[in-house]
Structures are given as structure tokens and as C-alpha cells.
């Protein structure tokens, strides 16, 4: 049986009340807006109380489940060491940051890169590589480089730079 269009049964003069009355599509008595009214404003305010939600133990997890869970020790997994690049000179040779030499060759995602100039870096990385951070120029490609940041370059000539 419908409750819709029936006024015996509601809560008047209470959100539930108001609430009711728009389930029911039966317009709200004054009492009930003006309990909604209020519990907006004291909302508002931030003095409502919390009110208490249904909660079906069968979808959520129960207090004690998630205590339970955020006790719970953390398992740690070994982490292999990373893999070694096989000595190939086409691929570049891993050098430090700060190593790096105007006219060394960078190897970049297959491409290779002569640094004709370095420019100072003025980004926000700066905190996070280093102080001494720079900008590896080749013509209009640059790539920022920090002190300890490991990049790789074709093999130097014997004499130094290449």
C-alpha cells in the first residue's frame, strides 16, 4: 500500500517530518519547514549534532574490523636491485650531473644531444636535485640536470671532452 498523498503518519515539527512530507508530495506544514529552517542554520553555525546513520554491518566493515586492520603490521617485500644495462656504448655511459661537460654527447630516449652551453636552473626542482641543478643546452633542447643525477653520455675521447 502507498503512502503517497497520505498526511496520518508523519512526524511533524522534524527534518524526518519535512523530509515525509516530500516523499508523500503533500506540501510541508509550517512546523516542518521551520525544523529544517533551523537545523540548516545551526548547520551552518557548525553546531548541529552528528546524527546517527543506519549502518548494515552486512556492507560495511564494523569498528572493530577497521581498528583491526589499521593495526596490522606492513609486510615488506624484497626489492631487486635494478638492472644493469649491458656495456653497449651506443646507449651511453652513466655519468654523474655534475661531470658533465660542455660538449659531452647526451643520449636521450635514442637521440643523442651535444652540449654546446649550460644555463642556470630557475625551477622549482631545484630543492629536490640539488643546489648546483643546471639546464644541459643543445641548441634549442635542454634538459635539467641536478648534481647527483645520473645521465647518460656517448664514451669521451681519451683527450677529455669530445
Sequence with gaps: MSVIGQE????H?????????????IESCDACKKALRDD??????????????????SRRKTAEAVEEQT???PVLLPVPPPP????????????EGRELEIGDVIVFLG???RIDRFESYTGSLRAALGEGTRVACS???GMTVGPRSTVRILPRPAGGAA
Excluded at 515539527?13 to 508530495?25: E, I, L, P
Excluded at 540548516?40 to 554491518?57: C, I, S
Design 8 to 11: 496520518a503518519g508523519i512526524e
Design 13 to 25: 515539527g522534524t527534518v524526518k517530518g519535512y523530509k515525509q512530507h516530500a516523499y508523500r508530495k
Design 40 to 57: 540548516r542554520a545551526a548547520a551552518r553555525r557548525g553546531e548541529r549534532p552528528e546524527r546517527a546513520k543506519l549502518q548494515r554491518t
Design 71 to 73: 593495526v596490522a603490521t
Design 84 to 95: 644493469q644495462l649491458p656495456d653497449r656504448p651506443e646507449i651511453g655511459v652513466p655519468i
Design 111 to 113: 637521440n643523442h644531444h
Design 139 to 141: 641548441g634549442g633542447w
